[in-house]
């Protein structure tokens, strides 16, 4: 082989290494930027729905999820439990939730698309304390004894029932929020998305 042979040849090498090493470069590059067109976790937190998987609630048990930074409670009722909501209505400063915010699909008694399921922000409305669940019938301190459980705001007295209900003559002025939601299946739970009719 001739010296302008192997010059040629030495030069298509340093090319191709040359071009080897800019591609590399060029991938190494976009990465960073293309994962900065996805949203960040803050983002996310503001505003991204949250997927719950609700298979291992049993009835009578609840599960916390969070979304936008608050807590969501999901809770899986009883027959006992939805029993109990149409005999409290005398008790509440809110029955119909007419001034309360959930979903439209969510405007019953239940307060919720499927009866059994109740998916509610587990924040006060009166001013923002963390209510506490009571999910057993039986007195709790500060209350009497035939209160049908739900829950208790321990920092100001607020009680709801188990459809976040306020009861009459207690600080909070409304019942408890429920969240747009929407199932995914009979297991899943997508929160921050409304359900189709």
Not at 47 to 55: H, L, M, Q, T, W
Not at 82 to 86: I, K, M, Q, R, T
């Given at each position: 082989m001739s010296n302008q042979e192997k010059m040629s040849c030495e030069r298509r090498r340093?090319?191709?290494a040359t071009a080897a090493v800019g591609g590399v470069g060029a991938a190494a590059a976009a990465i960073p930027f293309v994962a900065s067109m996805l949203p960040?976790?803050?983002a996310k937190a503001a505003?991204?729905?949250?997927?719950?998987?609700?298979?291992q609630i049993e009835p009578g048990q609840m599960k916390t999820f969070e979304w936008r930074g608050k807590p969501v409670w999901i809770l899986r009722r009883t027959q006992a439990m939805?029993?109990?909501?149409?005999t409290l209505d005398n008790d509440l400063a809110d029955p119909a939730s007419e001034r309360s915010l959930q979903p439209a699909y969510c405007q019953n008694p239940h307060r919720s698309y499927?009866?059994?399921i109740l998916v509610v922000i587990a924040i006060c409305t009166h001013l923002g304390c963390s209510p506490t669940p009571k999910l057993k019938e039986g007195a709790e301190e500060g209350m009497t004894s035939d209160w049908k459980g739900g829950c208790f705001?321990?920092?100001h007295g607020s009680t709801f029932d188990f459809a976040g209900r306020v009861f009459k003559n207690k600080?909070?002025?409304?019942?408890?929020e429920i969240p747009p939601h929407r199932y995914l299946s009979d297991t899943r739970i997508l929160i921050g998305e409304h359900q189709e009719a």
């Open positions: 340093l090319i191709v960040s976790e803050r505003g991204a729905p949250v997927e719950a998987d609700i298979s939805l029993d109990s909501l149409p499927k009866p059994e705001c321990p920092c600080p909070a002025p409304t019942n408890l």
